[in-house]
């Protein structure tokens, strides 16, 4: 990729290869994601990461929730309930005594889109529309709509991690 493909957008750089048109929009968002959180992580403190800046939720907390949220919905999505480990992590993710560091988050994050991006690539398009459930109520949807809010609500996250980090730097 040349230097003004890559000051693009994800999405504007064309198709991602061995994913089906239905979800190129979804490997967009969460890849665009990983672009901007470890473009804004560069360099922020590691004493900083559970500070809540006027109550908003803590960096570490918008970082582990970005890594769950994409394992829980692909999880879903991949017609399975969540593990032991899964809801674990879950528990812990406002769990501000956890001793974390950026790099290790980050770290989390980006195995976590990788994990993402190869499911989407083994995701026939026939299947996209087959009912799964979200839960234990096993609250109704399918497979599309659970890839879809996982990268808007990743989408959702990383926004709402960039103003806390622009908070954070300036204190």
Do not use: C
């Amino acid at each position: 990729m040349n230097k003004a493909t890559q000051s693009l957008e994800v999405w504007m750089r064309g198709p991602i290869a061995g994913l089906i048109p239905l979800l190129q929009p979804v490997a967009h968002a969460i890849l665009q994601a990983r672009e901007e959180v470890n473009l804004m992580m560069i360099d922020f403190p590691n004493e900083l990461i559970w500070e809540r800046p006027n109550g908003v939720a803590s960096i570490a907390f918008h970082l582990q929730h970005l890594s769950g949220v994409l394992d829980r919905l692909f999880t879903y999505a991949n017609n399975q309930i969540l593990n032991e480990d899964q809801l674990e992590l879950l528990a812990l993710e406002s769990d501000s005594t956890q001793f974390l560091t950026v790099k290790g988050l980050l770290t989390r994050f980006n195995n976590q889109i990788n994990k993402a991006l190869t499911q989407l690539k083994n995701i026939e398009e026939k299947t996209l529309l087959e009912p799964r459930g979200i839960g234990r109520k096993q609250i109704p949807t399918n497979q599309l709509g659970l890839f879809f809010h996982a990268a808007e609500h990743t989408q959702r996250h990383v926004g709402q991690l960039l103003v806390t980090v622009k908070m954070l730097k300036k204190e």
